[in-house]
């Protein structure tokens, strides 16, 4: 019975704190982009230019990246980019 508390406890949590979600891929109508794949391919298998593009800066203002930010249905999607090359991607719902 302990067990089932514990178990139950720990999804809960999962699901009460996951809105975000962070992956390797994602998936648009027009293909799969991975982490790695430059923003061409982004552009390509999204099928458009991203909703909004973010300068990511260092403590000292330096930009060391950029936040490509794609406004969908139900969720957005950030694609975290450098030198033309995508570093993370992350699900908000």
Do not use: C, H
């Not at 260092?58 to 950029?66: K, Q």
């Not at 957005?76 to 995508?86: A, E, M, P």
Request: charged residues 25%; proline residues 2%.
């Amino acid at each position: 019975k302990t067990m089932r508390w514990g178990v139950a406890l720990v999804l809960a949590l999962a699901l009460a704190a996951g809105p975000a979600l962070a992956g390797e891929t994602y998936r648009f109508e027009r293909g799969v982009v991975s982490v790695g794949d430059g923003v061409a391919a982004l552009v390509q298998k999204s099928g458009r230019q991203p909703d909004r593009i973010v300068t990511l800066e260092n403590s000292r203002g330096a930009a060391v990246g950029e936040r490509w930010e794609y406004y969908l249905r139900d969720k957005q999607v950030n694609f975290t980019t450098k030198d033309g090359r995508i570093t993370g991607i992350e699900e908000i719902r």
